[in-house]
């Protein structure tokens, strides 16, 4: 050990996350000596509680099952969608996210991560040129948490935990409309007798992104004999720097301050600052944001960013966030979760302050915040009607949802105000302070070609991802039908987000660049601490999550002098 510091590694990572675990696993396989760091004390940061899917074009399994798709349609839909926005997304940078993202689930595979293709759900836009609608999507499979032995309550709980089955994250599309069609039923009832036998056998299944994350600390723990080179409740303070070169960290461990080498490098992954609500006043520019509806987890607060920034870090797209328009209802229960997906279900809109619709309701949750921003419909106000109630809203209790006569909102919502009901859209105006006959007119209309299945002003219900999220059983349109069937109701709509998706701009090598272009030697970085090679759009469900992963892998593979696979291509 180099004197002056308390511990030597080969590379430090920050954050446990997707990125940070992956390039934990890379590091090792390359013979290096990395050490992850976690301030909280569970380990998985945002990936562990996402939905844990991972979008990559022309992916190994896709190649596997015959489903068509190639890395040249990867770039050109990666062209057509995200666009030209500079450094974040370059050129290089997609090749490598496309090369070295085939080259990584390859590796994953081969350390014993099970995966499989999310069948169908298709990419956000899968009109545009290169879109793929038969799914770009893998997670991971349920995991039994007692495999990690004294880890097995470390891992942040599954999203599933808040529904309470144990489902797979593409099993939760038909999961939700269990009583829409044959085949959504035939899901449903599988992940109701997995969760019943894992019940009976009294265990730990994780799905989501808490399999994801379970599954390549297994493998850490696997290589390292038991002790896989994690610490938590360790949070990085200070970047250390020596001659120009990053050269370790300081960080507080349970209390005490330790000075920690890096032999080969830091990487930062550990995410953006979607709680830090000084930080989103002063970068959220058309988008202000205070972080009052942020979801982001508990430690997306910002100071790995800022110690990168503090370094003269280039940054960009500081003012977007993964958006995620969102209900919130405190203690709403299942009949209010069933209202977070309304605005993909016929029966419901979104419009603004003048009771007009503003967007494609249906399209991607990042599209549809930016659009509430744009159109300065923050909130916004869902309106539906009794027909979406009898179709959609359940209890806890699902079987007792079967028969859409049972279905009701509970009164308590109607009570303290978190849902408005009005037995005509004047009376429902009237109490959402929106223009009665505006409201009117836009649900006439909206009416008259829901009926038919059409949506001529914003092509609801036109795109296979439409459709998808959908509700199976109503036709024409999975995603359009008419308002019609009173009483009516409306709910606050927040653009809630799942993290910021600015911060340092890197190369293809994951390399962070200073505000003249060059590589501040050292120093690398992955995820939602950097500027996204997504750029302001989400392509395919599981674009963070595979963004955060691919240069986290490919940092480490960096930072040992192994070649990648976006280098060898070229």
């Known amino acids: 050990m180099s004197a002056g510091w308390d511990r030597s590694v080969d590379l430090v990572i920050a954050g446990s996350g997707g990125g940070g675990m992956v390039a934990g696993l890379a590091a090792v396989d390359c013979g290096l000596e990395p050490l992850i760091i976690e301030k909280q004390g569970l380990v ?15 992916n190994p399994l896709m190649r596997a099952e015959g489903v068509a798709d190639s890395h040249e349609d990867g770039l050109a839909y990666l062209a057509d969608v995200v666009g030209d926005i500079g450094a974040a997304s ?49 997670e991971g499979v349920p995991f039994d948490a007692a495999e990690l032995g004294d880890w097995r309550d470390k891992v942040q ?3 599933a935990k808040n529904y309470g089955f144990l489902v797979l ?4 599309r038909s999961v939700q409309y269990f009583n829409r069609s044959p085949r959504a039923f035939a899901v449903a009832t599988k992940v109701f007798l997995r969760t019943a036998a894992a019940r009976a056998r009294r265990r730990q299944i994780l799905t989501n992104g808490a399999s994801l994350i379970a599954q390549m600390l297994k493998a850490l723990i696997d290589l390292g ?6 610490w938590t409740n360790a949070a990085l303070q200070e970047l ?19 000075d920690v080498e890096a032999r080969r490098g830091v990487l930062l992954a550990a995410g953006g600052f979607g709680h830090n609500a000084e930080m989103r006043r ?48 405190a203690n709403g229960g299942a009949a209010a979760a069933s209202l977070g997906s309304g605005r993909q279900r016929p029966g419901a809109i979104y419009v603004d302050s003048t009771g007009r619709r503003f967007c494609n309701e249906s399209n991607s949750y990042v599209e549809v915040g930016k659009a509430m921003y744009a159109n300065k419909a923050v909130p916004c106000w869902m309106v539906f009607d009794d027909g979406y109630v009898r179709r959609y809203v359940t209890s806890a209790n699902p079987l007792k949802s079967l028969r859409s006569r049972d279905r009701q909102l509970p009164p308590e919502l109607i009570e303290t105000g978190a849902v408005k009901r009005g037995d005509t859209i004047a009376d429902l105006a009237r109490q959402i302070d929106l223009p009665a006959d505006e409201l009117a007119r836009t649900i006439e209309r909206f009416n008259r070609f829901a009926a038919k299945g059409l949506d001529p002003d914003f092509g609801r219900g036109q795109s296979a991802y439409n459709d998808c999220l959908g509700d ?13 069937r009173a009483p009516y109701f409306a709910t606050r709509v927040f653009p809630a987000d799942v993290g910021t998706c600015g911060g340092v701009v890197t190369d293809e090598y994951a390399r962070v660049l200073d505000e003249q272009g060059r590589v501040i030697e050292g120093l690398y970085a992955t995820g939602n601490t950097t500027a996204t090679v997504m750029g302001r759009t989400y392509p395919g469900a599981g674009a963070s999550i595979a963004n955060s992963m691919v240069f986290g892998y490919v940092a480490a593979r960096h930072a040992a002098g192994r070649k990648v696979a976006g280098e060898m291509s070229r």
């Not at 562990?48 to 991972?54: A, F, T």
């Not at 004999?225 to 994690?230: E, N």
């Open 90 to 138: 370059s050129p290089e940078r997609r090749e490598m996210f496309l090369t070295a993202g085939y080259e990584m689930i390859n590796f994953l595979v081969r350390k014993g991560v099970r995966l499989i293709r999310c069948d169908g759900w298709s990419d956000y836009y899968p009109n545009h040129k290169g879109g793929n609608a038969a799914g770009r999507a893998v």
């Open 240 to 258: 250390i720097v020596h001659d120009g070169r990053v050269t370790g960290v300081r960080i507080t461990r349970d209390g005490a301050s330790l």
């Open 282 to 329: 002063r970068y959220g520019g058309d988008q202000p944001n205070e972080a009052k509806w942020s979801i982001a987890n508990a430690g997306d607060t910002g100071e790995v960013l800022q110690a990168a920034m503090r370094l003269g870090a280039q940054t960009d797209l500081l003012d977007e966030a993964w958006w995620l328009p969102s209900v919130f209802i």
């Open 225 to 230: 004999d038991g002790r896989p080179p994690l």
């Open 472 to 484: 199976p059983g109503h036709r024409p349109n999975a995603a359009v039908g008419p308002l019609d």
């Open 44 to 58: 998985g940061g945002s990936t562990g509680l996402s939905g844990g899917i991972v979008w990559l074009p022309n």
């Open 169 to 172: 994250t593409n099993e939760l």
């Open 157 to 159: 709980p599954p999203l």
